[in-house]
């Protein structure tokens, strides 16, 4: 996998990142979660039922589910789980997706039923993304899912075991799994030059075919919402004017970062959501122009000699992408000096909590646009980190979340991204594809559009 993270206590501030969500998805189960054509289905439950108000939803759960601790899930644990969101014990990131909540109470032994205050029209999306279900334990994580944690070594390894206690994964077709770590291209290339590993998370673009032609690996791709992007720190000189952040973005020749970084399996995209996606709406191309880029610099009062501090997580692509962008900068006059950080403490220290200008970060996929929209642009929004604030943006957020008809909030979400798109304080320097791989013997792994690693059909074959 790409990088580690701070921590897995499921449903917390520091293990809401990419691979915390995978790795917890390994071992914790939600009420529901998407499946690899993007769908809902069913996980923890079985069936659910959704009024037409979306105000009430009701869940009925898998009698047959049993925590790695030996307890069979009920609808009290999971009430538990999600009142312990908002009960001001932890730090948990999920009572902004969950706000409106009204109650939530078993109706049942194996039934439980959440009511909002408004229609939610992205909760069924929200709980089968990073809501784990969990014991009511100190240690964590203590989970539902096919596989439980046995040891974590910080900086070099996790270890778990398939929990064949629970009739559901008796006959998985693996044992154990060794999760390793490898931030950089070259790391992950190594790894499988060495037929050290069975499945990579993220293949590097560039090497995919080789490694392909000399029989070392087998890969496959499926289009993502992920992004990588450009934040700008809107709350202070010099980004705090919009010409700033328009003279970047016109200088940057995203053509030129996607042929040298990700390939055939990034697109530039003009907007927050790529076209083709749900709720994209049709907006103009940015053009590649450093004359527009100068004259946007002259007329906000820099002539050139701009000097800024920008930060990215060293996980490839991100440093070449910076790298790249500083030499597009440096054509209009500015100067761009970037920070690698390790990733953790990247997320979320560094990029919520630290000074910088830009920054470049990973965008993970979101389960719905009010998610992304809410955490990401929303003025509180916790991965707000340039500080971004629109209050007409705030208000259509809010509109959004609780509207009925679809024709209402496909006008609402066009017209935040074409706020979005006018105030750029993010700028999405392209879309990538998630791009997996597997030792050739190994059968059963897809790759996920939301990134998740999904072992439960896998065979690893002759070793």
């Not at 340039?386 to 909030?409: C, F, M, P, V, W």
């Amino acid at each position: 996998m790409k990088h580690e993270t701070i921590s897995f206590d499921p449903n917390r501030h520091n293990s809401d990142s990419s691979v915390g969500g995978v790795v917890l998805r390994m071992i914790c189960q939600g009420l529901l979660k998407i499946d690899h054509h993007g769908e809902l289905a069913p996980d923890l439950a079985k069936s659910w039922n959704v009024s037409d108000d979306l105000r009430v939803f009701e869940f009925e759960l898998d009698p047959e589910a049993t925590f790695h601790s030996g307890r069979r899930c009920d609808a009290e644990i999971v009430a538990w789980n999600f009142e312990r969101l908002f009960s001001g014990t932890g730090d948990s990131l999920l009572a902004a997706d969950y706000a409106g909540l009204e109650s939530v109470r078993p109706t049942g032994k194996h039934r439980v039923e959440f009511r909002f205050s408004k229609p939610n029209a992205s909760f069924l999306r929200n709980v089968a993304w990073r809501t784990y279900i969990v014991d009511d334990r100190a240690d964590q994580p203590i989970g539902t899912g096919p596989f439980r944690l046995t040891e974590w070594q910080r900086n070099s390894h996790m270890a778990l075991e398939t929990f064949r206690e629970d009739s559901r994964w008796k006959d998985l077709a693996i044992d154990n799994v060794d999760i390793r770590f490898a931030p950089s291209a070259e790391a992950r290339i190594e790894a499988i030059e060495k037929g050290l590993v069975d499945i990579v998370e993220s293949v590097p673009a560039g090497a995919a075919a080789e490694l392909g032609r000399r029989g070392l690996l087998e890969t496959a791709a499926v289009p993502s919402l992920q992004k990588s992007a450009l934040v700008f720190n809107c709350a202070e000189p010099p980004f705090d004017d919009p010409r700033l952040r328009r003279a970047v973005v016109h200088a940057i020749d995203r053509a030129r970062l996607v042929d040298a970084t990700v390939g055939t399996q990034g697109r530039i995209v003009d907007g927050i959501v790529p076209k083709g996606e749900l709720w994209a709406c049709d907006l103009d191309p940015i053009t590649y122009d450093p004359e527009l880029s100068r004259k946007l610099l002259q007329e906000a009062g820099f002539g050139g000699g701009l000097k800024i501090k920008g930060v990215s997580t060293n996980v490839a692509p991100m440093p070449k992408v910076a790298k790249m962008v500083a030499e597009d900068l440096s054509a209009i006059g500015i100067t761009l000096e970037t920070t690698g950080y390790d990733d953790p403490p990247w997320w979320p220290y560094v990029y919520t909590m630290a000074p910088w200008n830009v920054a470049f970060q990973g965008s993970p996929a979101r389960p719905h646009i009010d998610t992304f929209l809410g955490r990401e642009f929303k003025t509180t929004g916790a991965f707000n980190a340039g500080k971004y604030s629109n209050a007409r943006l705030d208000e259509i957020i809010e509109l959004a979340r609780h509207s009925l008809g679809t024709a209402e909030q496909e006008q609402l979400y066009s017209e935040a991204q074409r706020i979005i798109r006018q105030d750029l304080p993010v700028y999405i320097l392209f879309a990538a594809n998630v791009l997996v791989g597997w030792r050739p013997g190994v059968s059963g792994f897809v790759p996920h559009p939301m990134g998740a690693i999904d072992l439960t059909s896998v065979d690893l074959g002759a070793q």
